[in-house]
């Protein structure tokens, strides 16, 4: 059998614990669980990378937010580092679909070692732990409340959390609307702020072959945008001029690739564009398991 077979075979049998790990933590009163770790080392970290991984499915956009964080950290993100790939149960905005829950675990294992492989040539990065662990928690602010207050202790070197985010996803964790029981509502912000927590922004840029991209606007406007809010435009809201430093936004490299075109891809059999826009390993999961066969929307995705 060759390694992609292995890895296939592997990963199809571990479906049954991880719908069993599923099961428990939804029954629990726990809102962090980590599933489990590839490249697992006993190591705390100072700094927590996490890629909320909601994706359905990763594509090669987010193994880019992974890699970029890795390699290129700020000055101020202190080693060792650690990243944490982390499913919510509950989105912000869209209905959950539990049948497919297990199979997004899957994915992120799969997606987990195709980001080791992909940092193979970085040989100190590529040792770093990738826990993959499960919120209830939709609010990036309630993740990391969840990750730190969870008993016993997940990460008793209380890290810095880098959450990994593309640039839709800064509008909506500035947006006032999901905080309407704060006032000002972004009041919210303060515990994740005054943590020291922080946002790594990716551009999305715009593709004219891609409709789905132009909600973001040009690459000035994203630029723009978090100038603004950090000289003061949402200083009624909430938003507090000392958590400038605590946001950052770095270039993309995903021009055009959205889950969205895999699903789509996928649906329609055109397999070398989903290998196009996913890692290898992802690539020959969702075809493994024919994840999209049903609809392109991913909410018949099997379980
Ligand atoms: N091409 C990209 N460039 C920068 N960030 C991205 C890109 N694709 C996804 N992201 C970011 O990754 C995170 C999770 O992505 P999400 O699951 O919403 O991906 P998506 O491709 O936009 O999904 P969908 O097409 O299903 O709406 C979000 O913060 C999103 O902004
Ligand atoms: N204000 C916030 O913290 C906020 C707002 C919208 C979405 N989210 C989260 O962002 C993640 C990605 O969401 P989508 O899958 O809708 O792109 C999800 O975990 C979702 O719950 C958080």
């Known amino acids: 059998m060759d390694?992609?077979?292995?890895?296939?075979?592997?990963?199809?049998?571990?479906?049954?614990?991880?719908q069993?790990?599923?099961?428990?933590?939804?029954?629990?009163?726990?809102?962090?669980h980590i599933v489990r770790t590839i490249n697992p080392s006993?190591?705390?970290?100072?700094t927590l990378y996490i890629l909320d991984s909601s994706f359905n499915p990763p594509s090669r956009a987010h193994l880019s937010l992974a890699t970029s964080a890795l390699r290129h950290q700020k000055p101020d993100e202190e080693r060792p580092t650690r990243l944490l790939l982390l499913f919510s149960t509950h989105n912000a905005d869209k209905a959950p679909s539990p049948a497919s829950f297990v199979q997004r675990i899957a994915m992120m294992t799969v997606f987990a070692q195709d980001v080791i492989q992909t940092l193979k040539s970085d040989e100190d990065i590529s040792k770093v732990s990738i826990d993959i662990g499960l919120t209830k928690e939709p609010y990036y602010t309630d993740k990391s409340v969840a990750i730190a207050s969870e008993a016993p202790e997940v990460y008793a070197s209380k890290p810095i959390h880098v959450h990994l985010v593309g640039y839709d996803t800064l509008i909506r964790f500035c947006n006032p609307k999901y905080y309407p029981k704060y006032t000002p509502?972004?009041?919210a912000l303060e515990p994740f702020f005054d943590a020291g927590h922080k946002l790594r922004v990716t551009q999305r840029p715009f593709d004219p072959n891609d409709s789905s991209s132009k909600e973001f606007g040009t690459l000035e406007d994203q630029e723009k945008y978090l100038q603004?809010?950090?000289?003061?435009g949402l200083e009624k809201e909430g938003f507090e001029a000392s958590w400038r430093g605590n946001i950052d936004m770095v270039q993309g490299t995903?021009?055009?690739?959205?889950s969205t075109r895999v699903r789509k891809a996928a649906k329609?059999?055109?397999w070398d564009e989903v290998e196009s826009l996913c890692t290898e390993g992802v690539a020959a999961w969702i075809k493994d398991q024919e994840l999209y066969k049903e609809d392109a929307s991913g909410k018949k995705m099997m379980g």
């Open 228 to 232: 603004h809010i950090k000289e003061g």
């Open 185 to 187: 509502p972004l009041s």
């Open 268 to 270: 329609e059999e055109r």
């Open 42 to 46: 006993p190591t705390q970290p100072r």
């Open 20 to 32: 069993s790990t599923l099961e428990i933590f939804n029954a629990s009163p726990s809102k962090f």
């Open 254 to 258: 995903g021009m055009g690739i959205s």
């Open 3 to 18: 390694d992609m077979s292995t890895r296939l075979s592997t990963l199809r049998s571990l479906l049954p614990s991880l």
